[in-house]
């Protein structure tokens, strides 16, 4: 396997990527009432208004767990403890989405969860090493892993997009250890799998989509994207084996700028128009795409736009630039301030008369 892990990493890739759609398939051709999303007062925060399975995450984590075993059996030194930590936090936020799916989960149950998924990891070696206290960088863990939980949550408001976005995150990741030639990290074949099941899954969920991921999936992608990110971009280093701080904040702030921009401007607005920010509706950036006129493909196809965009610039930062300066920093940072002002000036449009549904 060490002979060649490149073609080892596209087997598993193309493995899942078959297992996802023949899953998600089957699924969708014997779901009755299970999942079901959609209907009631979910029409309050979803954009569709028809009412299909939210089995999408199931497929994920199934998937998940073939890769791994698979893995495990070909590889002697996977199961580390920090492996352990991401995967048994990552089952967490799996059950987290389940029990909503099923039971729509108290907002505190769902907070309460995430945090232990934060501590899972901190217990078991994954925590951001940004500050010279631990203390801090523990605090800063846990407010990563929650907010990127629920960020990964409230952008799954529109079909394709939270797969999309978190494609192309995952696709950031995998293409800096590529380039660094870190291909024996553990984390890679959690990365290379869930790969292969969003985008098998993706056949169902394009609009006009047969299928949702359900908090299941969300919750699932939400601490699978935060745990690989701490360990990837995060902590990563340079080209040169360098560890540098600015260098890794805007790696990270790049390959996440467009969940973190669309919360971002949700929490402005909500708390400006004297709501809670924790309570859904229909003003995210997606849904304001398509008050402007966009169709769902469109605006689908502006964030996969954005997030090309956000992946090249990401690679770039983790891979290719050898002597980082604050002039990197300026200009990657141009880059966010960018995206936001023009979401966010178009999240602030009142859609035309008869447009919000």
């Not at 759609?21 to 051709?29: A, D, H």
């Not at 936020?93 to 108290?106: I, S, V, Y």
């Not at 206290?133 to 907010?147: A, E, I, Q, R």
């Not at 969003?198 to 949702?212: A, H, I, Q, R, T």
């Amino acid at each position: 396997m060490e002979e060649n892990p490149g073609l080892i990493y596209l087997i598993f890739f193309i493995s899942a990527l078959a297992f996802s759609f023949i899953i998600n398939g089957l699924f969708l051709k014997f779901a009755k009432t299970l999942g079901i999303r959609g209907n009631n007062n979910r029409n309050v925060i979803r954009w569709s208004t028809g009412s299909k399975p939210s089995l999408g995450g199931i497929s994920f984590y199934i998937i998940f767990l073939l890769t791994i075993i698979v893995f495990a059996f070909l590889s002697g030194d996977f199961l580390n403890i920090q492996t352990m930590g991401l995967f048994i936090a990552v089952t967490l936020g799996f059950l987290l989405g389940l029990f909503d799916d099923a039971f729509n989960t108290r907002p505190w149950i769902k907070f309460f969860t995430q945090v232990l998924c934060g501590l899972v990891l901190i217990v078991t070696g994954t925590s951001i090493e940004f500050f010279g206290s631990d203390y801090l960088n523990y605090f800063l863990t846990l407010f990563w892993v929650v907010g990127i939980m629920n960020s990964i949550n409230m952008l799954d408001n529109m079909d394709g997009i939270a797969a999309i976005v978190s494609v192309f995150i995952l696709l950031s990741m995998v293409a800096g250890l590529f380039v660094r030639g870190d291909l024996a990290n553990p984390s890679i074949i959690m990365i290379i799998g869930s790969l292969g099941a969003l985008v098998g899954f993706l056949f169902y969920n394009w609009s006009p989509s047969k299928m949702f991921m359900g908090d299941t999936g969300s919750q699932f992608l939400g601490i699978l994207l935060a745990g690989t990110g701490i360990i990837v971009l995060w902590n990563g280093t340079d080209v040169g084996g360098n560890h540098m701080l600015s260098m890794n904040f805007m790696s990270v702030a790049v390959a996440f700028s467009l969940p973190v921009i669309d919360t971002t401007t949700v929490f402005i607005k909500r708390i400006a128009n004297r709501r809670s920010p924790f309570v859904g509706g229909k003003d995210h950036t997606t849904h304001h795409l398509s008050y402007i006129g966009l169709s769902e493909r469109q605006v689908a196809l502006v964030f996969i736009v954005l997030s090309i965009l956000s992946l090249v610039f990401a690679v770039i930062i983790t891979s290719f630039i050898r002597n980082w300066n604050n002039l990197h920093v300026a200009g990657f940072g141009l880059y966010i301030i960018l995206v936001f002002t023009v979401l966010f000036i178009i999240a602030n449009k009142p859609p035309k008369t008869g447009s919000e549904k």
